[in-house]
């Protein structure tokens, strides 16, 4: 399966940036799979056997959850991408119901980037594309944000 943007791209337009979600997006799954080493570790600290077999049903529920918390961030990553060409912005989210956007690079009228203290420190943020229609489109979580929007307004 091959990218979106390579299948929409007219002629004569070229991919200046690609970007995607941040490695950040997995902090459910990592936090939880933390907790379930905790888990395991204090099972050693005991020798109640009903605490022993509760924390080890703790870690195990725990650990599933990270696992389902880190397929979902893996997949949401996997499907979304973030283009900048030269003569539009791409996004697109999604992977059987897919939902895009595009937008003009002659009709963006600003871009907008939001950042958390954390978001500046490992360098991830939200950005806000707003078109010459008042509309404006969220891009959540991306990576490299003021590279992105440097990508954009830089014309």
Partial sequence: MGRYIDDILQPGEKVLY???LHWVIYARAIAAWIAAIVLLVLTRTTLNENLVLFL???AAIVALAGLYWFVIAWFRRWTTETDVTNLRVVHK???ITRETFEISLDKVASV???QSIMGRILNYGDVLIENMGNDAQPIETIASP???RSNITAR
């Fill in 56 to 58: 080890l049903a703790s």
């Fill in 146 to 148: 003021l590279a992105f």
């Fill in 112 to 114: 907008s980037v939001n």
């Fill in 18 to 20: 690609s970007s995607n």
């Fill in 93 to 95: 989210t999604g992977f």
